[in-house]
Structure formats: C-alpha cells, structure tokens
C-alpha cells in the first residue's frame, strides 16, 4: 500500500516527531506522580538515558512507541510500505540499541520496566497498578507491560526477535 500524503508532507510529519517528552511518556509520568513516585527524567548518568528514574527502587522506566521500537506482535506497529529497507534497519538498530541499553543497566543491578504505548492506550490505570505493583513489590530485575491482554513479562532480560 502506497503513502496516502505526499513525501514533502509526510517529511515534515515525521520531522516534528521527538524522542522525550512523547505523548505515552507524559502520561505515564502523571499516573507514576499522582501515586505519590518521585523521580527524575532522562538521567545523563545512565545508560540510554531512561525516561523515568526511581533512584529510592534504583528502577528506570523506559516507555516505548509501538512503532519506534518495533513491538513485536501488536497492532500498533506495521512495516511502512514506503522505502522498507530503510525502516527496517532504523527500526532494527533502535531495537539493538534498546537491547545494549537493558544489558548496560542490568549489569549496574538497575532493574528496568518497559511501558508499551500500546498498555497505556488500552488501559492506563490497569498498566500504572501493575507497574506499581512491580515497583514496589516484585524482585524482578525486569518487566514487560504490554496491551495486549494485559500481558507483563519478568525476568533477567527479555529476548527479542528480529523484523
């Protein structure tokens, strides 16, 4: 299927598109305030620079777009029929560069939660309790919040596939 705007428009769009202060981040970081966190945002100090780091739990919480990390098996994430080879390397080297991110933080025993875009569209309050939950309950070094039916994936560091 071919682009329904033309290029000069579509560049502009996707021009305007910034990597902090996304719409899913701003609206994770009020549910995370209105619970009482306190963090800080976007630590140079840490690897990846997380969007949101809880030093008391030493967790960072990274959300991610479905489309701009490439989330595996969701609705919101399709392959641009416009130029694929190129976005598939872009959203491949993004995915490779999240991977190095989740192994530099683990290996400075920084535990990591993933917020989806997709979680936080379907059902905000349900993700923000289970990411709570997980915050101050769970051991885990790592967490998954995902839409898709509510899943969260624990562990040491999630495996991922390629596009």
Known sequence: MADVMPSGTRSALMARIRGKDTGPERQMRSLLWRSGLRF???AKALPGKPD???RRWKTVVLVHGCFWHAHENCKRFQLPATRPDFWRQKLESNRERDIR???E???LSWRVGTVWE?????DPTATATMLLD???TDASMTAE?????????KGRIPVTGGL
């Open 105 to 107: 933080l683990g290996r």
């Open 145 to 153: 919040f995902c839409g898709m039916k509510g899943r969260i994936r």
């Open 40 to 42: 800080r945002l976007h």
């Open 101 to 103: 991110t989740l192994y």
């Open 134 to 136: 997980w915050i101050r």
């Open 52 to 54: 949101i780091v809880l």
């Open 118 to 122: 997709c979680a936080l569209r379907e």
